[in-house]
């Protein structure tokens, strides 16, 4: 190739790499619809053709570069259910709340390597639904399916697939105790603009094009040959031999020391439980009919079928409505889960997939007391017509208790004492 034609093409390797930060910026300030160029670009640059339509890599027969990617690839296995290998959920808390944003993972990607360009392109990044994406799939996706070379009509099924907001992980806010939880969308927007980061920290491209970003990486260690191989960090980086970005794995803790459930300690907790909520629910059901004569809170007489989960680390006890003349106990033994997860068993799932559930921050093995929701727990969205529709759980009220803490419903003046107490701040929340 003559000299001044290679030059050409590395100009224009350069300017589709700036138009691709420019694009990022744009992105970054909120237009993330703005994939869609950088897709464009990206396709400009990696996609293989033939004579007439070659990348910008194969002029420069550059196939080969290595490039940095931020992602493992998506492992093969007949089990995989899932594979997230250029997104980065983070949550955040003021003390008050928590929220959680998901996104590109740029610099805070934990996992960096140089491959080659052709591996790259091809390199299986995504995994849901039973269907796999390369950076091929979601780039020409998004350029050629969604308006950046090309509009289609009807999208593929598996791009289709790509768009849907339930896709991958959800955003998670969390008030009062409530979790919501909605799911995220646009995760193929987030996936090209992780691509755009990789490609604008891969030294080797960068050297090729002779181009420098206005925002380069955080880490700027370069492969040392044209094979690539895997990024050595600064030792200054890796905090008490832990790799950038891990917290120290939580051990898993046995139950505290005293706490040894025989037969005959079940069988007592139960009578307790039972006990408990008869004295809770007649000492309820007499304060409801005199200090709520215009039947505000009607919703709440009526019997009631109480649900006693055991699971590892405490119990849960949800409070159900039921047609039948007494109150009703069933008592389960979830051995395999967390009070946390038996509560997300009964999150609340609007149509739309916004979900609420109550809230547990704990770390494993900690000690979460004991306490009670009174719920159910409500969401209002509007519908196509844009009226207001309401959804709320079928369960009326959650407790829970931790290992050391089972014995919360052992005293019946504390049940008909709870009962009253929970009475008047479900009126202060009606009145």
């Known amino acids: 190739m003559p000299e001044s034609e290679w030059q050409t093409f590395k100009d224009h390797l350069a300017r589709q790499l700036r138009f691709i930060e420019r694009s990022c910026e744009v992105y970054d300030e909120g237009y993330t619809d703005e994939a869609i160029q950088i897709a464009v670009r990206i396709r400009v640059i990696l996609h293989p053709g033939g004579k007439k339509s070659r990348s910008v890599l194969q002029h420069l027969h550059s196939g080969r570069i290595p490039l940095l990617t931020t992602s493992e690839g998506a492992p093969e296995r007949p089990d995989l259910l899932q594979y997230d290998g250029l997104g980065s959920f983070r949550a955040s808390s003021d003390g008050k709340g928590v929220s959680g944003v998901y996104g590109p993972g740029e610099d805070n990607a934990l996992y960096r390597e140089y491959i080659k360009a052709d591996g790259w392109w091809k390199q299986v990044v995504l995994f849901a639904e039973g269907t796999s994406y390369s950076r091929r799939d979601i780039v020409l996706g998004v350029a050629e399916q969604e308006g950046g070379a090309h509009v289609a009509a009807t999208p593929t099924a598996e791009y289709e697939k790509l768009m849907t907001p339930s896709l991958m992980w959800d955003l998670v806010e969390v008030a009062a105790g409530v979790e919501t939880i909605t799911p995220a969308a646009d995760v193929r927007f987030k996936y090209v603009r992780q691509m755009a980061y990789e490609l604008l920290n891969s030294p080797e491209l960068l050297k090729l094009a002779e181009y420098s970003p206005s925002r380069p990486a955080k880490r700027e260690t370069q492969p040392t040959d044209d094979e690539g191989n895997e990024e050595t960090q600064d030792e200054s980086e890796i905090p ?188 202060q929340g009606v009145y």
């Open 240 to 427: 008490d031999g832990l790799e950038h970005g891990q917290h120290e794995p939580e051990a898993p803790r046995s139950r505290p020391a005293g706490v040894k459930l025989t037969p005959e300690d079940l069988e007592r907790i139960r009578d307790e439980v039972i006990r408990y909520f008869r004295a809770y629910y007649a000492e309820f059901r007499d304060e409801i009919e005199k200090r709520d004569p215009d039947v505000k809170l009607d919703y709440l007489r009526g019997q009631r079928r109480i649900v006693f989960e055991l699971g590892k680390d405490g119990a849960v006890i949800t409070h159900f409505p039921t047609e039948d003349d007494d109150d009703a106990f069933e008592f389960v033994f979830a051995k395999d889960k967390m009070v946390r997860e038996l509560a997300a068993d009964m999150a609340l799932k609007s149509p739309r997939g916004t979900t609420k559930r109550v809230y547990f921050d704990y770390s494993l093995g900690e000690d979460f007391g004991q306490n009670t929701y009174l719920g159910p727990l409500v969401h209002q969205e509007k519908d196509l017509h844009y009226r207001t529709i309401h959804y709320r759980t079928n369960w009326m009220q959650l407790d829970w208790a931790s290992w050391v803490n089972l014995d919360r419903w052992s005293d019946e003046d504390r049940a008909r004492e709870d009962a009253r107490l929970d009475l008047e701040i479900r009126l």
